[in-house]
Structures are given as structure tokens and as C-alpha cells.
């Protein structure tokens, strides 16, 4: 029996109009629903702008933070700079010393998840996993992450005081910046302290910005797609068998939960000029969104594309964007699932949800199924 919500919301505007017009706050935002017209709107990086502060996220984010999160928050060739300036430490996970790192990472949490009766996946195992990731990812120590791991699932709202959350994050990183300022090290705030962009050091608010987005970014997201990845297989048991020991097939299996799952549903973008969107216009100034989730559900591109279908190739999704704003984080996501998925084949038996909570993403124009707010299952382990 199919799952309802995987049914693509999408659908019907994609294949009409190519557009959405929905509500966030008060705003009227059309989103761009077509894979093609993603693709083409996140590549012209001069008709849709990301030089807009607090904007770029949908709902926009100035009520939770006071700085641009940066190089999301920029275009070329202040964009590429900040870019160039990070890809270093994010492409850190090609390295076979920190794939080893992490996959001990990820067994320690399989085998404490098997050693258990049952373990409630999103807090106690999604959130961890990701956090001590980003740690080793940073340069930073374990224990960091039991601070990250306090704030939860989303660094901005987690919890009934948004603005709260944010506060806490910014205190966070301008008090590490200090303290690395003093004791210099290899850590991701030394390395920000230490670098320079066209011959001059980063100003507080940059290395502020580019913090709150490597802290903010890739949190919820990976989250949701590691307790997605547990769920899909504890509901089709058989789908594992054979993936621990095909790389290729893990690699398959990746993308194609990445897809589907698209755990970041869209991004805004800025029109600096009236641009034509759909059967209409944008004004000059106003957003539009580049809606990922629907451009991967195109039947167009990608065939049943409501099915999972872990063998599936090619797999064009575009999960992590598209152009020059492609997601810095990647290579580390891709990183976290492949390890996941690889050793819940070697190490993890039957798995069971027990219970679950869905979580989606409501608007009144749709309803999109992104993760789970609780995910009880049990593991079985196989050593």
C-alpha cells in the first residue's frame, strides 16, 4: 500500500502553471515548481539575487538573527570568495582519515542504539549523529557537541522562544571567536580569526554569519534525513540486504532517499528587476522560492518519480540546490548517510518503529511531509 505522503503536493501547479503562489507571513511568494525552471532560476544568479540579508531562508529569518549568513547571502564574486574561503574544511569528509573517524562515530551510535530496548531515533540518535559530525567536521572537540545537542533539532525553532534560540547561537559563536582569539588552535573559529579575504581580515559580523549558517544550515535537514533513512528501512526490512557490502549500491540508495525525502523543501531568492515567473511577474524587489521538493517529484526528469527506488540512475535531484549556491554541506551529508546506511546493514538487524510522530511542512497552499518530530524504533543488533 502506498504511502500518502509521499504523494507529491506539487503536482497539479507544476504540471498547469509551473507555479505556486503561497503565504509566508504575510508575503506572497510564487514558487518555481518545474525541474527545468529550478535549474535555470538558481543558475542566473543576476535575475534571482541571494544578496539579501535574512531573506534567503522562507519564512525570512530577521526576527531570529542579527547577522547575513554568509556565502548563502551573497552573489559572485563576494560569494565565491567566502566560498573558496570554506571549501578546505567542507571538503574534509573525502579524506580516508575522516571517513574512518566517522564511521567509529556512527558505529558507536548503532551499537548503543542495539544495546537498548528501544531509542526514541530524532533526539537521541539523528540529533546526536549530527552534531558530533559537524564537530569532527570543525576541528572541534567531542564534548563541543553536547552544547549543539542542547539546543535541538533546529537551532531557531526548537522550541516556543525563536528569537531566544537565536540569541543563544550568536552568544555562542562571538564568545568561541574570543576564546579562540586567545588560545589559537585548528578549529573552525581559529581558522576564521586567522583568515583573509582580498587582503583584509573578516570583520566580527562575517565570521558571525558564516558560523550561524555552518551551525543552522545543515542541522534540521540532516536530521530528518537520518531518521527518514531509519524509518524507510525499518519498514522494508529487505532493502538492506546486500547494501553493506556494494558501495555502488549504497551510493544509489543515497541519492535516491535524498530525492525523495529533499530535506530542505525550498530557498528564496530576490528579483532585482520585474522577472517573468509563471504566467505572471515578479516585482522588482519582491522573492521568489526555488522549490526543490518539486523539481525532484518531475515526472519529466525522473520516471514514478513518487516511488523509491534505491537502485535509481542517472538521479539528476537537486536535494542540495543547484548553480553557484550549491550546498557547501554536500559532501558531508552525503558523508553521514553512506556511513548510516552502510553499517545498519552490517550492524543492525530487523529495526521496528515502535511509534512515530510525522512532521511536515504546512502552508495553507500545501502540505509536505519533511521528517519526524519522535521516532521510537527498535534495533537489533547482528554481532
Known amino acids: 500500500m502506498t504511502d500518502p505522503d509521499l504523494a507529491d503536493p506539487f503536482r497539479t501547479h507544476r504540471e498547469t502553471t509551473g507555479v505556486l503562489r503561497a503565504d509566508f507571513d504575510g508575503e506572497t511568494v510564487p514558487m518555481i515548481l518545474g525541474y527545468t525552471a529550478v535549474r535555470e532560476a538558481a543558475r542566473d544568479w543576476r535575475a534571482y539575487s541571494s544578496d539579501a540579508p535574512f531573506r534567503v531562508p522562507i519564512p525570512s529569518e530577521e526576527a531570529v538573527r542579527s547577522v547575513r549568513q554568509l556565502p548563502i547571502e551573497s552573489d559572485p564574486p563576494v560569494h565565491t570568495a567566502f566560498r573558496r574561503l570554506l571549501e578546505p574544511i567542507f571538503h574534509r569528509p573525502r579524506s580516508p582519515d575522516y571517513a574512518a573517524r566517522l564511521d567509529r562515530l556512527v558505529r558507536d551510535l548503532i551499537d548503543g542504539a542495539t544495546a537498548r530496548p528501544e531509542i526514541e531515533v530524532v533526539r537521541e540518535f539523528a540529533l546526536p549523529l549530527q552534531s558530533r559530525a559537524l564537530a569532527l567536521l570543525?576541528?572541534?572537540p567531542p564534548d563541543a557537541a553536547d552544547i549543539w545537542i542542547s539546543w535541538g533539532t533546529h537551532v531557531f525553532h526548537d522550541g516556543p522562544d525563536s528569537r531566544a534560540k537565536g540569541a543563544v547561537l550568536e552568544t555562542y559563536v562571538r564568545t568561541a571567536l574570543r576564546r579562540a582569539a586567545?588560545?589559537?588552535?585548528?578549529?573552525?573559529?581559529?581558522?576564521?580569526?586567522?583568515?583573509?579575504?582580498?587582503?583584509?581580515?573578516?570583520?566580527?559580523?562575517?565570521?558571525?554569519?558564516i558560523a550561524n549558517l555552518i551551525f543552522a544550515g545543515g542541522r534540521d535537514t540532516?536530521?530528518?534525513?537520518?531518521?527518514?533513512?531509519?524509518?524507510?528501512?525499518?519498514?522494508?526490512?529487505?532493502a538492506l540486504a546486500g547494501l553493506a557490502t556494494d558501495p555502488a549500491r549504497v551510493n544509489l540508495a543515497v541519492e535516491e532517499l535524498l530525492r525523495v525525502i529533499s530535506p530542505l523543501t525550498h530557498i528564496g531568492r530576490v528579483c532585482p528587476a520585474q522577472t517573468p515567473v509563471g504566467d505572471g511577474a515578479a516585482p522588482a524587489g519582491?522573492?521568489?522560492?526555488?522549490?526543490?521538493?518539486?523539481?525532484?517529484?518531475d515526472g519529466r526528469v525522473f520516471e514514478a518519480p513518487d516511488e523509491i527506488r534505491l537502485d535509481r540512475a542517472p538521479n539528476p535531484h537537486v536535494a542540495f540546490g543547484s548553480g553557484v549556491h550549491s550546498c557547501l554541506g554536500a559532501t558531508q551529508a552525503r558523508a553521514v548517510l553512506r556511513s548510516l546506511i552502510r553499517q545498519l546493514g552490517e550492524r543492525a538487524g530487523a529495526l521496528e518503529v515502535l511509534a512515530a510522530v510525522r512532521q511536515y511542512d504546512v502552508n495553507p497552499?500545501?502540505?509536505?511531509?519533511?521528517?519526524?518530530?519522535?521516532?521510537?524504533?527498535?534495533?537489533?543488533?547482528?554481532?
Open 365 to 383: 497552499a500545501y502540505r509536505r511531509w519533511v521528517g519526524f518530530h519522535s521516532l521510537r524504533v527498535r534495533f537489533a543488533g547482528t554481532r
Open 182 to 209: 586567545q588560545r589559537p588552535g585548528d578549529d573552525v573559529f581559529s581558522i576564521l580569526n586567522s583568515a583573509r579575504i582580498d587582503g583584509r581580515d573578516l570583520s566580527e559580523n562575517e565570521k558571525v554569519g
Open 138 to 140: 570543525l576541528g572541534m
Open 222 to 238: 540532516i536530521i530528518h534525513a537520518v531518521s527518514r533513512a531509519v524509518a524507510h528501512f525499518a519498514e522494508h526490512p529487505g
Open 286 to 297: 519582491s522573492r521568489v522560492s526555488l522549490c526543490w521538493a518539486s523539481a525532484n517529484r
